[in-house]
């Protein structure tokens, strides 16, 4: 059997629970974006690590490698920030290929290294060793936090707000341009740019986690779409989402007209933006979208909302109920 026909979750459910019978009660291993180990009645850690694979996750000739350094390490805060941790320590392993030269390696380090300062966050060990042919990198970050300020995806509740940090969809149109040849213009670079240096959530998570009426949180890095089914599956519960309501920037919009592209299949199920996806208390929604917008000037999206039922969603778009494929909504097929 390959992996292909289990998927990678079908793959991690084969073994998780093996795990189970010797984590205590107050600690968490696999299923959210990070585990979480109680430091004492307070405080905890929360850990995450994310493998980056040359020709599956990047390609090694279309990003400078000061851009793969940065966002090595962004995939992971992406995490931390998506429990409403603080990121305090990362660990790095790398197995390069004799293709890539130190130059290369340096540059690495000096977008590692700017991302680690502004964050504070002190590289503090990992691996090396040759590869065959592509590059890999495993990046592993420590985070630190509140033990009740920890929101996981299991914490969605019936009548919940679903909201994200920001807009959706460049990131993946960046890989269209990365992936396919196309004429690239100002438009096509700046998605190129989002999708090479996506920018971790951290003071938004941080915020999040520390407001009462936010329930349930992760990071988008799948698509919207199915990054939603997570926390539907681990909190047991339905959801409408709104299709008109998934948010595009004037950019992205600006580029799908251009090219009559569907803006839907990129905010919907494209992947890599890092925002976060969170439910808010309806009773707490107004507040909370009033003081994000105070806090970090510019808005959140609600985007649907979580409803008691199995796990998965009902799409709508203006209030009418769509069906949606793996390409999309089928009336948005271009
Ligand atoms: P994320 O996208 O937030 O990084 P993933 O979808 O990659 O999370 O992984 C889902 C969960 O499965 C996480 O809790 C992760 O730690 C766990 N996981 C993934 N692969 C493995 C593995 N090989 N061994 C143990 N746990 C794993
Ligand atoms: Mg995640």
Redo the contacts with the bound molecule.
Sequence with gaps: MELKEIG??G??KR??NKFDEFIADDEM???????ILPIDDKECYVV???LLVEDVHFKRNEIDSSELGHKSLA??L??IA?MGAAPRFSFLSIAVPDSMSVESLDQFMVGYHALSKKYGVPLMGGDTTKSPDKLIINVAVVGQGKRDDMRLRSMAEEGDVICVSGHLGESAAGLKFVLEHHRRDDLALYMIAKHHCPEPRITEGLWLASQKGVNAM??I??GVAS?LL?ILEASNKAAILHVDKIPASKQLQKLCQQKQWSEHVFTMAGGEDYELLFTVKASAFKQISEDFMMQFNKPLFAIGSVLQGDPKIEWQDKGQVVLRDDKGFNHFES
Aim: net charge negative; glycine share 8%; aromatic share 12%.
């Design positions: 990678e979750f793959f991690i073994f998780a291993g696999i299923g959210d974006d990070c585990a995450s690590t994310d995939v992971n992406s995490d998506a992760m990071d890095s799948d990054d997570h």
